[in-house]
Structures are given as structure tokens and as C-alpha cells.
């Protein structure tokens, strides 16, 4: 059973950094471009940045250069790293394929980012 478990949110003030977390599990990670996702209130899910099974990593460019994303496939681990946050990064975090959306989606985690 397909399950995604992220952590590593919470409150920052702007300027502040913050390093999620996404425990994958129940398909073979190691085969699956992998991406986080985010979701503000009132607004459709957007992708954030994707890393490849091998490959370049990409971003969007609301967060390039800010964001780093990161993945250890020895334990089904796909990171977050964000730097110089800014109030419109507030939003409820997701990790899942990039290629493949499986289901279900993971609860998320919150970051909110104010003064």
C-alpha cells in the first residue's frame, strides 16, 4: 500500500529556513522521479521542484535558487531543504511521483511563513 508521510513543517518568520521530510513507502522508490508539491489555501496544488530517478533537478521559478530538493533511496527519503523563506511559501507541503501520481496523497505538512 502506496503511503507518504511528511514531516519537518511549522511557523518561520520570513527569511527563515526550514528542511522537510517525505517517508515514502509501498512501491519501489528507487524507480520513480519524485517531486514535492504545495497547496496555499484558496489555490490549486503546484509542483515545486522535481528530482529524477538520475538527472538534473528542477524548480519553479517561484523557488529556484532558494529550495533545494534531495533523496536517499537507501531509506525511501525524498528532502526539502528551504532557504530565505517568504510569506507566499505559506502552504501545505506534499511529496509523490513526478511522472506518476500514486494514490493516496500524504497528509502534507504545514509551513507558514510570518512575521
Known amino acids: 500500500q502506496v503511503q507518504f508521510v511528511e514531516s519537518g513543517g511549522g511557523l518561520v518568520q520570513p527569511g527563515g529556513s526550514l528542511r522537510l521530510s517525505c517517508a515514502a513507502s509501498g512501491f519501489i522508490f528507487s524507480r520513480y522521479h519524485m517531486a514535492w508539491y504545495r497547496q496555499a489555501p484558496g489555490k490549486q496544488r503546484e509542483l515545486v521542484a522535481d528530482?529524477?530517478?538520475?538527472?538534473?533537478?528542477n524548480y519553479a521559478n517561484s523557488v529556484k535558487g532558494r529550495f533545494t530538493i534531495s533523496r536517499d533511496n537507501a531509506k525511501n527519503m525524498v528532502y526539502l531543504q528551504m532557504n530565505s523563506l517568504k510569506p507566499e511559501d505559506t502552504a501545505v507541503y506534499y511529496c509523490?511521483?513526478?511522472?506518476?501520481?500514486?494514490?493516496?496523497w500524504g497528509q502534507g505538512t504545514q509551513v507558514t511563513v510570518s512575521s
Open positions: 528530482i529524477p530517478i538520475i538527472g538534473i533537478t
Open positions: 509523490n511521483g513526478r511522472i506518476t501520481i500514486l494514490l493516496p
